[in-house]
C-alpha cells in the first residue's frame, strides 16, 4: 500500500527567504514520488520527479527536492520565495503495479511581500 | 496542442440532472484516470482505465459511470446528480499506469457546481 502525508496545511513566507514544504511517503515498492503545483483556478503543472536516480531533484522555477529514504521524506525547497510562487503545492506518489497515482492533501503556500 | 482536454471547463445544472465529461489526450498514453477534488483541495482517484480497461474503481457511486471508447478518451457521465457532486474533475494520463518514471499529466479541470 501506497500513501503520502504533507505535514503542513499552510505554509506563509516572506518574499526573498527560503521556501520548505514537508512531504512524507510510505510505499511498500520503491516508489516514483512528484510534486505537483496547481495556481488558483488552474490545473495541475508538474514541478518535478524523483525516479531512482540521483536524489537530489532540481525542478522548474527553481524548486527542488531531495529524497531521503532512510527518512521517507521528499521535502521541496526553493531558497528564495517569489510572489508568483504562491499557490497550493501536492506531493503524489506512485508505482508499484496498482495503476494508482495517490495526491497528499496539499499544501498552500502563501508568500508575504 | 493541449495534451490533455476537457470539456466543458464549467457546467452548473440543477439536482437531478445527468451531465457527461469529455477528456481526450492525444500524448498516445495507455492509462487514463477520473480525479475529484473537494472544496478542501483534496484530490481523490475516481477511476482508472488503461487500454479501455477498468483497472480502479474507488468506491463511487454507481451514479459515476466512466465509459473509454478508445484509449485516447474516458468520459464521465453522472446520473441523479446531488449537491455533494459539487467538486472540481480533473481528467489525467500516463503512459503506464503505477509504473515508475511515469507521471501523470492533467487536464485543467472541470468546475461542476449542482444547484
Known amino acids: 500500500a501506497q500513501s503520502v502525508t504533507q505535514l503542513d496545511s499552510h505554509v506563509s513566507v516572506s518574499e526573498g527567504t527560503p521556501v520548505l514544504l514537508r512531504c512524507n511517503y510510505s510505499?511498500?515498492?520503491?516508489?516514483?514520488l512528484f510534486w505537483y503545483v496547481q495556481h488558483p483556478n488552474k490545473g495541475l503543472q508538474l514541478l518535478l520527479k524523483?525516479?531512482?536516480?540521483?536524489?537530489l531533484v532540481k525542478g522548474i522555477n527553481g524548486f527542488e527536492a531531495e529524497f531521503k529514504k532512510s527518512e521517507t521524506s521528499f521535502h521541496l525547497t526553493k531558497p528564495s520565495a517569489h510572489m508568483s510562487d504562491a499557490a497550493e503545492y501536492f506531493c503524489?506518489?506512485?508505482?508499484?503495479?496498482?495503476?494508482?497515482?495517490?495526491f497528499g492533501s496539499g499544501t498552500r503556500l502563501s508568500i508575504r511581500p | 496542442d493541449t495534451a490533455v482536454s476537457q470539456t466543458p471547463k464549467y457546467l452548473v445544472t440543477q439536482m437531478g440532472n445527468d451531465k457527461s465529461i469529455k477528456c481526450e489526450q492525444n500524448?498516445?498514453?495507455?492509462?487514463m484516470y477520473w480525479y475529484k477534488q473537494d472544496s478542501k483541495k483534496f484530490l481523490k482517484i475516481m477511476f482508472s482505465?488503461?487500454?479501455?480497461?477498468?483497472?480502479i474503481n474507488e468506491t463511487v457511486p454507481n451514479r459515476f459511470s466512466p465509459k473509454s471508447p478508445d484509449k485516447a478518451h474516458l468520459n464521465l457521465h453522472i446520473n441523479s446528480l446531488e449537491l455533494g457532486d459539487s467538486a472540481v474533475y480533473f481528467c489525467?494520463?500516463?503512459?503506464?499506469?503505477?509504473?515508475?518514471?511515469?507521471?501523470?499529466?492533467f487536464g485543467q479541470g472541470t468546475r461542476l457546481t449542482v444547484v
Open positions: 524523483y525516479t531512482s536516480a540521483a536524489t
Open positions: 510505499s511498500s515498492y520503491s516508489p516514483s
Open positions: 482505465y488503461n487500454n479501455k480497461e477498468l483497472i
Open positions: 503524489v506518489v506512485s508505482g508499484g503495479g496498482a495503476s494508482k497515482i495517490i
Open positions: 500524448l498516445g498514453h495507455d492509462t
Open positions: 489525467a494520463s500516463s503512459p503506464q499506469g503505477g509504473i515508475r518514471n511515469t507521471e501523470a499529466f
